[in-house]
């Protein structure tokens, strides 16, 4: 494996505030997911961000906790050379030290902004200019690093068409 998709959904926009991941996916180059799950934040979910992704507490209460998941995550991410992350330095600072080593990590929104010479964009309007098809509900997990998936390969492809 080479190359590897990751989003998370979180309880609010900082982990140095006690924000905590409740549900994370990492799919495979292929778009096959290797790891699609909620994350038991061990705290409640504010109602602003269910707004935006939908995860109750009551959705997340026999999850497993993120903790339990670093084994898997960690076992992955030892089988990859790169992880993309759509605003990776949103996503990175949710998880503890040393999670990602050995893996270089890519930013697709930065990316994004490079090959077709704009600002960063939200997730949604990139998906959108490279004809990404959702498969699930955006703001999710899973359909978000499928998005995500779609925008690095579009910037890949844009980028060796110019070279």
């Excluded at 998370?8 to 505030?17: D, I």
């Excluded at 990492?26 to 778009?31: A, L, M, S, T, Y």
């Excluded at 759509?86 to 929104?109: H, I, K």
């Excluded at 902004?113 to 990404?132: E, S, Y």
């Amino acid at each position: 494996m080479t190359t590897i998709y990751l989003d998370t959904e979180t309880t609010g926009l900082s982990p140095a505030k006690g924000d905590r991941i409740v549900e994370l996916a990492i799919v495979d180059d292929g778009g096959v997911p290797l790891l699609d799950t909620l994350v038991n934040p061990g705290c409640p979910i504010p109602w602003y961000a269910r707004n935006v992704h939908g995860i109750s507490d009551e959705m997340v209460a026999g999850a497993p906790s993120l903790s339990a998941l670093l084994p898997r995550i960690r076992e992955i991410a030892a089988a990859s050379r790169t992880l993309v992350i759509y605003n990776a330095s949103f996503d990175l600072p949710f998880f503890p030290p040393g999670t990602w080593d050995g893996v270089e990590v890519r930013c697709a929104m930065r990316r994004f902004a490079d090959v077709n010479g704009t600002r960063w964009q939200k997730l949604d309007a990139a998906a959108r200019q490279v004809r990404h098809r959702w498969t699930g509900d955006k703001h999710r997990a899973l359909a978000d690093a499928l998005a995500a998936r779609s925008v690095w390969r579009w910037c890949e492809q844009k980028a060796r068409a110019s070279a």
